[in-house]
C-alpha cells in the first residue's frame, strides 16, 4: 500500500486573510457538473475561457477586493465562514507559533500536480476548509455583517442555499484581522491543495502566490458535521481481520446485521463482509482516533498486507463494495475536540480519516491570482 507519509510545512502566525476580487459562477451554474468544463484542461486556457463566461453572463468578476463572509445551507445544515486570501508567506518554527494543523499526511506528487494546474489556470479555483474556535468579537463582527442584506443570495443547481457578503467596510476588516492573527485553524478539508498553495508561495515569493484561498468556520458557531470515512480492505479476509483485531487485545462479538450498525459509536467498530457480522471494541479508544488504532494497531497485524484501501463516506456505499475478498470496517464518527487535541500534541491521522460536511459548492467564490 502506497500510504501518505509527508506532512506538509506548517503556516506560522499571525494568521492573516487578505481581501481579494472574487470570480464567481452565475447562480444557475453553480453547483452544476456541467459547469466543471469552465476549469477542465487545458489548464492555460482556464483564464481566457472564465474572462469569456464573464462576457457572456456566465460568471461574474466583484467590482473591488473584500473578504467575503459566505453561508451555504443543505440539508438543514448552515455553515458561514470567513473567505480571504490566506497569507502562505511565513514558516512556524516551533508548535505555538503554527497558525494552520494539517491533520492528515499528503502524497507530494499529488500536490505538485495541483500546484502546476493552478500556476496554469491562474486561479484557486475553491478553497481549503479551515476549523477553529472563533473569538467572541470576531462572532459578534459576523453577527452584524450577517444581519444587513447581502450582495448575493440564490439557491443553486446543487440545492445549496447561498448568501454572500462582501466585507469592505475598515473597521470591521481591522477587527477580523485582529482576532484572526492570534487564531489556530485545524485543516479540515484540502491537505493537497495547502500543500500546493505552499509549493506555489515557496517557487513564486513576493508574488500574489503567496496567499491561497481559504475558508475559515467557526465551529462554536455554525459547526460542519464530523463524520466517518469507512474503508473495504481488498485483499484479505473476514476472518484474517478478526484475527489482527483480537491481536490487539480488543474484544470481537458475532452480531447480526441489526445489532452490528446499531453499536457502531464512539467505542465499537463493525466488521463485515456483507453475510457475517462482528462488532470490535478496542481498549484504548478515549486516547486514540479509532481510525489510527484502525491502521496503527490492527492492519499491521494481518498474516498478508492489504492490497487496497478502499474509502466511503456512508455506510450504504461500504457496504455495497464489501466482499469475501474485500471485508468493510464501518468506523465511528470522530469527535473534534478529540481531532484537536491528538493533532496539537503532536500526533497525525491517517489518510483519510475525517470528513467534514457539508462543503460549499463549486464556482460560488474563486480567487484569480496574477490575474486578479
Avoid at 37 to 44: K, M, V
Avoid at 72 to 95: C, I, K, N
Avoid at 243 to 272: I, K, M, N, W, Y
Amino acid at each position: 500500500m502506497d500510504f501518505a507519509t509527508v506532512v506538509p510545512p506548517y503556516v506560522a502566525k499571525p494568521l492573516t486573510l487578505h481581501p481579494f476580487r472574487a470570480v464567481m459562477l452565475a447562480p444557475k451554474r453553480v453547483g452544476d457538473p456541467a459547469s466543471a468544463r469552465a476549469l477542465a484542461r487545458p489548464y492555460r486556457d482556464v483564464a481566457s475561457r472564465l474572462t469569456r463566461w464573464i462576457e457572456q453572463g456566465r460568471a461574474t468578476s466583484d467590482t473591488e477586493p473584500a473578504v467575503y463572509l459566505h453561508e451555504y445551507t443543505v440539508g438543514g445544515l448552515t455553515v458561514r465562514g470567513l473567505v480571504g486570501a490566506l497569507d502562505m508567506s511565513h514558516r512556524a518554527e516551533t508548535p505555538a507559533e503554527r497558525a494552520v494543523w494539517p491533520h492528515e499526511a499528503i502524497h507530494p506528487e499529488q500536490a505538485g500536480e495541483l500546484a502546476d494546474r493552478m500556476l496554469q489556470m491562474d486561479l484557486n479555483p475553491a478553497p481549503i476548509l479551515l476549523v477553529h474556535h472563533g473569538d467572541p468579537a470576531l462572532r459578534a463582527v459576523l453577527a452584524d455583517v450577517a444581519r444587513t442584506k447581502p450582495g448575493w443570495r440564490y439557491l443553486d443547481r446543487a440545492g445549496q442555499r447561498q448568501r454572500i457578503w462582501a466585507i469592505r467596510d475598515a473597521g470591521q476588516l481591522e477587527t477580523i484581522a485582529d482576532t484572526l492573527s492570534r487564531s489556530r485553524c485545524l485543516l479540515a478539508d484540502g491537505h493537497h491543495r495547502y500543500a500546493a498553495y505552499l509549493r506555489l508561495q515557496e517557487e513564486h515569493p513576493g508574488t500574489p502566490w503567496d496567499a491561497g484561498l481559504a475558508m475559515i468556520v467557526d465551529q462554536d458557531d455554525t459547526p460542519l458535521f464530523l463524520g466517518a470515512i469507512h474503508r473495504t480492505l481488498s485483499g484479505t479476509t473476514l476472518a484474517d481481520l478478526i484475527t489482527a483485531v483480537r491481536a490487539t487485545g480488543a474484544e470481537v462479538t458475532v452480531s447480526s446485521r441489526q445489532h452490528a450498525l446499531g453499536a457502531l459509536d464512539s467505542t465499537h467498530l463493525v466488521l463485515t463482509d456483507g453475510d457475517e457480522w462482528h462488532t470490535a471494541a478496542p481498549r484504548d479508544l478515549d486516547h486514540q482516533a479509532a481510525v489510527a488504532w484502525l491502521h496503527e494497531r490492527a492492519l499491521p497485524r494481518l498474516a498478508e498486507p492489504v492490497q487496497r484501501v478502499h474509502h466511503h463516506h456512508n455506510v450504504d456505499d461500504a457496504l455495497a463494495a464489501a466482499s469475501p475478498t474485500s471485508p468493510a470496517v464501518l468506523l465511528p464518527s470522530p469527535d473534534f475536540e478529540q481531532v484537536q487535541t491528538l493533532i496539537e500534541s503532536g500526533g497525525l491521522l491517517p489518510e483519510k480519516a475525517t470528513s467534514f460536511q457539508p462543503k460549499p459548492s463549486l464556482g460560488v467564490l474563486m480567487r484569480p491570482v496574477t490575474g486578479g
